[in-house]
């Protein structure tokens, strides 16, 4: 089993910036890939950014350029800094880990995880 714990959180004005924390515990050998997720109210649960096998980065459209996926390895954690937040980047956002190889865009798909934090609310106003 993996936990998932997300921090960072919080309200700002548009174009301001946040940075999320994601600390993973648990088995080492079900946490190879990891990718932040989102859901806004009224919205399906979406992609933001994830790692694929080769540890490339992949973010959705509306990101690019404006958040940065990272990660510590000595510390289990990862990270996704925000800049430039706007409105509509208001949602739930959710850390996600899983294992199996995926390549690409396919880090995006939230059925290729199998393990989820409870998320923490991220409150853009105009």
């Known amino acids: 089993q993996v936990q998932l714990v997300e921090s960072g959180g919080g309200s700002v004005q548009a174009g301001g910036s946040l940075r999320l924390a994601c600390v993973a515990s648990g088995s080492t050998s079900s946490r190879g890939r990891m990718a932040w997720f989102r859901r806004a109210p009224g919205k399906e649960r979406e992609g933001v950014a994830g790692f694929d096998t080769h540890g490339d980065a992949y973010y959705q459209d509306s990101v690019k350029g404006r958040f940065t996926i990272s990660k510590d390895d000595a510390k289990n954690t990862l990270y996704l800094q925000m800049n430039s937040l706007k409105p509509e980047d208001t949602a739930m956002y959710y850390c996600?880990?899983?294992?199996?190889?995926?390549?690409?865009?396919?880090?995006?798909?939230?059925?290729?995880?199998?393990?989820w934090g409870q998320g923490t609310q991220v409150t853009v106003s105009a």
């Open positions: 996600a880990c899983g294992n199996t190889r995926v390549y690409g865009g396919d880090v995006l798909f939230q059925h290729r995880y199998p393990y």
